[in-house]
């Protein structure tokens, strides 16, 4: 079956844009996270998501950065007024539940270059 | 907070060798471990996990870890390197949050797998 995908693959944008990074995860996976893994560094949370709540956004850097997930499936990452230290591989994953062992499926990643 | 340490960020063997990469974490409470691994160009996939089962954990490919909770690590080893066995290997913590959980990822190593 289908994994997690992630659009567009590659981003470029100037400083000061507003971006939206996309996450479909495997259908029927009720939990989703967002994480962002700069160069050299291990992936860094941003967001979980629950079905359509936000669970923890304790990891999203400051308020330029929201992710939705409206319909409890597709999630779209906004980050408002981007900034060059934005640039990174963001990650998206889901989860079949919010049991603490389950396994997380990874996107490929969106690479995001703020110039 | 729990966190991770990964001891070494590049770690290079030859064709054949013994495979060891460490790991070790902080919590408070009983942890689950995890290793993931990135291959070049492709997203994170779950090695092995240690759910308070069994302290000798088998995955993917060859791969085991030991959890030893006296020493607070999880190491990964493989007996035998292959040279498909070059990729960044992640370890990680599962933290418990509000409905549900984050995982707290360390910095990662890099192994390399000399002919």
């Known amino acids: 079956g289908a994994g997690v995908s992630q659009t567009p693959s590659n981003k470029v944008t100037e400083k000061g844009k507003y971006v939206e990074l996309r996450c479909d995860p495997i259908s029927g996976h009720t939990a989703l996270y967002w994480y962002r893994q700069s160069l050299g560094q291990g992936p860094e949370f941003l967001i979980y998501f629950q079905g359509t709540g936000a669970a923890d956004d304790s990891g999203l850097p400051n308020d330029r950065f929201f992710a939705v997930r409206p319909e409890g499936s597709v999630s779209t990452l906004k980050i408002q007024r981007t900034e060059r230290g934005d640039s990174a591989v963001y990650l998206c994953a889901s989860s079949p539940g919010q049991g603490i062992g389950n396994e997380q499926f990874f996107g490929p990643g969106t690479r995001l270059t703020v110039l | 907070a729990q966190s991770v340490t990964q001891l070494g960020s590049h770690v290079s063997v030859s064709e054949g060798a013994l495979v060891l990469l460490r790991c070790n974490y902080s919590?408070?409470?009983?942890?689950?471990l995890f290793w993931y691994v990135q291959y070049p160009n492709q997203g994170l996939q779950l090695l092995l996990k240690?759910?308070?089962?069994?302290?000798l954990v088998k995955g993917i490919n060859g791969f085991e870890a030991e959890f030893k909770k006296s020493e607070t690590s999880f190491h990964l080893t493989k007996p035998s390197a292959h040279m498909r066995d070059a990729a960044e290997y992640f370890c990680?913590?599962?933290?418990?949050?509000?409905?549900?959980?984050?995982?707290?990822f360390g910095a990662g190593t890099r192994l390399f797998v000399k002919a």
């Open positions: 990680a913590v599962s933290d418990r949050i509000t409905g549900g959980f984050k995982t707290i």
């Open positions: 240690y759910t308070s089962a069994a302290t």
């Open positions: 919590s408070s409470v009983p942890p689950y």
